[in-house]
């Protein structure tokens, strides 16, 4: 057989097997079902009031969680690159311990057990504890994707503003930090993406009704009105969710070409 | 010992890397004013040497004074010494993310403390002495190698030094650029700036040094006056290097 001959019939048999799928799943599914299931009309009067409260809470969460823990990261980039070894130590052990541990389970140590051990009150009540969670978590993540950058500027650069009798901290916050940032924009945004879903983990600890994101009031509508019993908030917040994610990541992606055009 | 101070003063310098012993005692002088050069094979430690005159390498034993100061005591205020000492990188490293005149403005500023006008001012007259005024909102990606190593000079003479390190400025540039940089060095030694030139260039060393160093294997092999040393090397490492690079 000619080669030729022989790549057409490989083709052709994967395109069976897909047809065959396709026609298998038309035929054996209860597509009314689906769509009763998925896409029932009728959410109710509040439930555009209520999602873009949950988009705007949604939105609130990630940034916050995305500025308070680049700060926490930058600080535990720096700890990590420090002479003093205690310091070294100390970031290591935050870092291995927030990235070993599922972010579900420190939120919910913040937004339950750690108010009651120390007798504390986190601003916002049980979901801004929540949102101190995710910033520890994202803290964590983001500390590594820094230290990376901050070890990617040339040593050249620091020789430099050495040179010229900037001191340690001079050189740090004009030459280095921001050579650093632009290294890691592109992982960055990545990590901003993954924040955006992270915030749907604070649906569990329960918020007062103004504080609820996105996933929190889907999950209410499931069990209230003429869709109770079905997935249709869930489908339509899922749809909302990708509306934001997905041109973030094509924009990652893009960030990543341009830069590697650029070296 | 002359009268007045050594603009550098080396004594009994070691340095090691790890168990490599890169500097093997070195005993040298640099007087104010004078130009010197310091030439010798890849690895003879002549970078490493120049370095350690503004500690960006630590010495592992010996003294180094510049202008009577030692350095090498943890008590000097090592920034403010190196405001006195201007370096010339072979790659430059000018900041990527600054416009030439901000490169020449941030160490003004944050160290000498400088008002952001008179900082301007000063960036601009060292632009202009370099030949590069129309450059100053330019940033160092969209410059020449050539033009690159002359803003970078600019930046260090905008912290008023009173001396120059060179290392290998010319090196990492295309052959047809060397002049122009050799031209501003030649410039400034005929101010009466303090040189000491990490350099493969002898026809520099020649025109323009007070004093030439040869150096091989982490010593000083020969030094003396450049035309003498390149014309009759008395020792066999120097007339040996010599006849490869000649």
């Avoid at chain 1, 003093?84 to 970031?91: D, G, K, Q």
């Avoid at chain 2, 960036?123 to 690159?148: D, I, W």
């Amino acid at each position: 057989m000619r080669r030729s001959t022989k790549r057409y019939l490989r083709q052709g048999g994967l395109y069976a097997v897909l047809a065959a799928v396709v026609i298998f799943l038309a035929v054996s599914v209860d597509w009314g079902n689906v769509h009763r299931n998925f896409w029932t009309p009728g959410l109710g009067d509040n439930w555009h009031d209520l999602i873009l409260t949950g988009v705007k809470n949604t939105a609130i969460y990630t940034v916050i969680s995305f500025a308070l823990g680049l700060a926490l990261a930058l600080l535990l980039a720096l700890m990590k690159l420090s002479d003093v070894l205690v310091y070294r130590w100390i970031a290591t052990v935050y870092i291995e311990l927030f990235r070993g541990l599922p972010a579900l389970i420190t939120i919910l140590f913040m937004a339950f057990a750690v108010p009651i051990a120390f007798q504390w009150h986190a601003p916002g009540g049980t979901a801004g504890a929540g949102v101190i969670g995710l910033v520890m978590v994202a803290g964590a993540y983001m500390a590594e994707t820094l230290r990376a950058g901050l070890q990617a500027v040339p040593k050249g650069q620091t020789e430099a503003a050495r040179s010229l009798g900037m001191g340690p901290v001079a050189t740090h916050v004009h030459v280095i930090i921001p050579q650093a940032f632009r290294i890691i924009i592109p992982p960055l945004t990545n990590e901003f993406v993954l924040l955006i879903k992270d915030t749907s983990l604070l649906s569990i600890v329960g918020a007062a009704v103004g504080q609820r994101e996105l996933t929190n009031v889907s999950r209410d509508f499931l069990s209230s009105g003429s869709t109770a019993g079905t997935g249709t908030s869930l489908a339509q917040a899922a749809l909302l969710y990708l509306i934001i994610t997905l041109p973030l990541t094509r924009l990652v992606a893009w960030l990543e070409k341009r830069q590697q055009r650029a070296r | 010992m002359s009268a007045m101070t050594a603009a550098i003063h080396v004594s009994k310098l070691h340095k090691y890397f790890g168990k490599n012993e890169v500097l093997k005692g070195i005993d040298f002088q640099v007087d104010p004013g004078q130009v010197v050069c310091v030439v010798g094979p890849s690895g003879s430690g002549k970078s490493t040497l120049l370095r350690c005159v503004n500690r960006l390498e630590e010495p592992t034993s010996g003294q180094i004074l510049v202008e009577g100061i030692d350095i090498t005591d943890p008590e000097t205020d090592l920034d403010s010494v190196r405001t006195r000492i201007g370096m010339v990188f072979q790659q430059f490293n000018l900041f990527p993310h600054m416009t030439v005149l901000q490169n020449l403005c941030i160490a003004q500023r944050t160290v000498k403390k400088r008002s952001k006008a008179e900082a301007i001012e000063v960036a601009r007259r060292n632009l202009a002495k370099v030949g590069l005024s129309e450059k100053e909102g330019a940033f160092p990606a969209h410059l020449s190698g050539g033009q690159q190593q002359r803003v970078a000079i600019a930046r260090a003479l905008s912290m008023d030094p009173d001396m120059m390190l060179f290392d290998e400025p010319t090196s990492a540039l295309d052959p047809e650029l060397v002049g122009d940089v050799l031209d501003i060095m030649k410039q400034l030694a005929a101010e009466g700036m303090t040189m000491m030139v990490v350099t493969h260039e002898m026809g520099f060393a020649r025109e323009v040094g007070d004093k030439l160093v040869f150096m091989d294997g982490g010593v000083i092999v020969e030094e003396g006056d450049p035309r003498e040393v390149l014309a009759n090397p008395r020792h066999e490492r120097t007339q040996a290097f010599l006849s490869k690079v000649l």
